[in-house]
């Protein structure tokens, strides 16, 4: 597929990397920590079965997850072992939800490698996914304080369930804005939630503290995913390094399609419900381009932003310290990253 946003290369791919790995100097030490015991956890399973576990965790993305655990580890008090702990589980279960989603995409790419089921086929990659679940839900009930496990079994079930209403959805010329957000925060936003609420939650903080932390996950996860699905349309596959296009493919109303779906005329809408019905390349094609020249793409923008602002005010409300203000930037960095597609 020819991406529609030539603008959208190399050097935004590394601006988003290098502004991520800034934000992340604050927990260095700690999230190396981190990845090497995600690496150890190959060595739980059968050695059969470890090649495939190892695959899955080294392709599973930035760490943001465990980075936000970990920064409001330290915004909320110390960043102590249970905070590392968590974040190896949030980070295991998010695993095992891009090995199935790959599935239900079809992709056959991602961080520039095959994807499992590229790789080794359907049939491996469902119970590759199922592994990394159970296994990531064991390590869970390791924590002393039972409450922990039980809410990060929640989000799980969350992530599961907001899949399946995705997957229910898809063609769905229905589908509304809530709707959409319903979805996205169910299957996405659960596991930031989870993390920052549970990074205040060891620490004790009161219960006020822990409350604001869920909704910061909750809207940075909510606009990470509207970015995501920005990159779906106008980013370009070869330095996102990932199988793009798959959400108009598969049918999957995102933001920006369902923004140009509402501001359409009658005339216009059945036009651009056909392309999505019928989903061929130069449907998808038609609209992306749609999506950007009718401001469907800069709705999405505002919304993501307007969620990233909500979620830096909510970071204000915890003591002035290094891993507040990193919340901040984190928050920064992705309004950039969203940005971007508003440039067009």
């Known amino acids: 597929m020819v991406r529609v946003v030539k603008s959208f290369t190399k050097a935004g791919q590394q601006a988003q990397d290098n502004r991520i790995k800034q934000s992340f100097e604050l927990i260095n030490t700690q999230l190396y920590s981190v990845e090497e015991r995600i690496r150890s956890q190959a060595r739980e399973f059968d050695p059969a079965v470890d090649g495939y576990i190892s695959y899955a965790c080294e392709s599973s993305g930035k760490r943001l997850r465990p980075a936000l655990a970990l920064l409001v580890g330290g915004a909320t008090g110390n960043i102590c072992p249970g905070h590392l702990d968590l974040a190896v589980v949030l980070e295991l279960i998010h695993a095992a939800t891009l090995v199935h989603d790959d599935i239900i995409d079809g992709a056959d790419k991602r ?36 409450e922990i496990s039980r809410r990060i079994a929640s989000a799980a079930s969350d992530v599961c369930s907001g899949e399946i209403i995705q997957t229910q959805r898809r063609f769905d010329l229905k589908l509304a804005i809530g709707d959409y957000y319903k979805i996205i925060e169910m299957k996405t936003a659960a596991l930031f939630a989870a993390a920052a609420e549970l990074g205040a939650f060891i620490n004790e903080a009161p219960p006020e503290v822990i409350a604001a932390m869920k909704s910061f996950g909750m809207k940075f996860g909510t606009a990470y995913q509207i970015y995501d699905d920005c990159l779906d349309i106008a980013g370009d596959e070869k330095n996102a390094g990932k199988t793009l296009g798959s959400d108009l493919r598969k049918g999957k109303l995102t933001l ?82 969203i940005g971007r597609f508003a440039m067009e």
Request: glycine content about 12%.
């Open 256 to 337: 920006p399609i369902l923004h140009i779906l509402n501001a359409s005329t009658e005339a216009q809408r059945q036009g651009l419900s056909a392309a999505i019905l019928r989903g061929s390349g130069g449907d998808v094609e038609t609209l992306a381009v749609a999506a950007l020249r009718q401001g469907g793409m800069a709705a999405a923008v505002a919304a993501g932003r307007k969620l990233l602002g909500e979620a830096m005010n909510l970071a204000c409300e915890l003591p002035a310290t290094k891993y507040r203000e990193g919340l901040r930037d984190l928050c920064a960095s992705l309004g950039d990253l």
């Open 111 to 146: 961080r520039g490698q095959p994807t499992a089921n590229a790789k080794w086929g359907n049939t491996i990659s469902v119970l590759l996914g199922d592994c990394l679940f159970a296994h990531a839900l064991k390590l869970s009930t390791n924590f002393s304080n039972g």
